[in-house]
C-alpha cells in the first residue's frame, strides 16, 4: 500500500520567507501528484497537478517538483504572506488517490 | 461552472439514525470521490465512481455506510445507523479523465460537518 509522509507536521515563519514542504511516497507507481491548501473549516483547494512525466510545475510564487525515482516531491512557497497560512497537503494518484497528513503552515506578519 | 456541491454543509443527528450527504459534480467529470476527514485518521477515500459505477469501495468502514450514483450528476452517502464514531467531515471530489489513462486533478467540495450524538 502506498504510503505518504509530509514532514514537517508544523511549520511557522516570518513573513517575506521562503518555504519548502517536503511530501515522501513509498511507490513510485503513480499517474500524478497533486498539492492542495486547506483552510480551517473549509475545503480543500487544488494548488498544483504534476503528471508523472513532469518535473516541476509553477503557479505564481508557487512551485512543484516531482522526483519519481526517489519518491519525494516539495512544495516552494516564494516571499511567504500571512494569507498563505493553512494546511498544505499532498496527494499521490497511483491506483487510488492517496493523501499525506499534511503541514499546518503559520506565516507570522 | 458552480463546482462541486454538497448538502447539508452540517448535520447534526442522534445515534441510531440514519443519515443521508448528498454530492453534485462539476458537470463532464468522469470520477466521483467520496472521503472522510479526521482529526485522528486524516483524510480517508471512502469509495470512487467512474461514469457513475463504483469502482473501489474497499475504504466504506462497515455495512452501515453505502454509496450510489444514480446518474451523472448526482451521488448519496448513506449511513444507517449513524453511530458516534461516524463523526467527521464528509468530502465528495470530482475529477476528469486523465490522459496518462487514470483520473486527473481532483475539486473537492466544501464538505458536510458530520456531528453524531
Known amino acids: 500500500k502506498q504510503e505518504v509522509t509530509q514532514i514537517p507536521a508544523a511549520l511557522s515563519v516570518p513573513e517575506g520567507e521562503n518555504l519548502v514542504l517536503n511530501c515522501s511516497f513509498t511507490?513510485?507507481?503513480?499517474?500524478?501528484l497533486q498539492w492542495f491548501r486547506q483552510d480551517p473549516g473549509k475545503g480543500l483547494t487544488s494548488l498544483l497537478l504534476?503528471?508523472?512525466?513532469?518535473r516541476e510545475q509553477t503557479s505564481g510564487r508557487l512551485n512543484a517538483s516531482l522526483d519519481k525515482s526517489s519518491g519525494r516531491s516539495t512544495l516552494y512557497i516564494a516571499a511567504s504572506q500571512p494569507g498563505d497560512s493553512a494546511t498544505y497537503l499532498c496527494?499521490?494518484?497511483?491506483?487510488?488517490?492517496?493523501f499525506g497528513t499534511g503541514t499546518s503552515l503559520t506565516v507570522i506578519p | 461552472d458552480a463546482g462541486v456541491i454538497q448538502s447539508p454543509r452540517h448535520e447534526v443527528t442522534e445515534m441510531g439514525q440514519e443519515v443521508t450527504l448528498r454530492c453534485k459534480p462539476i458537470s463532464g467529470h468522469d470520477y466521483l470521490f467520496w472521503y472522510r476527514q479526521t482529526m485522528m485518521r486524516g483524510l480517508e477515500l471512502l469509495i470512487y465512481f467512474n461514469n457513475n459505477v463504483p469502482i473501489d469501495d474497499s475504504g466504506m468502514p462497515e455495512d452501515r455506510f453505502s454509496a450510489k450514483m444514480p446518474n451523472a450528476s448526482f451521488s448519496t452517502l448513506k449511513i444507517q445507523p449513524s453511530e458516534p464514531r461516524d463523526s467527521a467531515v464528509y468530502f465528495c471530489?470530482?475529477?476528469?479523465f486523465g490522459s496518462g489513462g487514470s483520473y486527473n486533478e481532483q475539486f473537492f467540495g466544501p464538505g458536510t460537518r458530520l456531528t453524531v450524538l
Open positions: 471530489a470530482s475529477s476528469p
Open positions: 504534476i503528471q508523472s512525466s513532469q
Open positions: 511507490d513510485s507507481a503513480i499517474y500524478n
Open positions: 496527494a499521490v494518484n497511483g491506483n487510488q488517490f492517496y
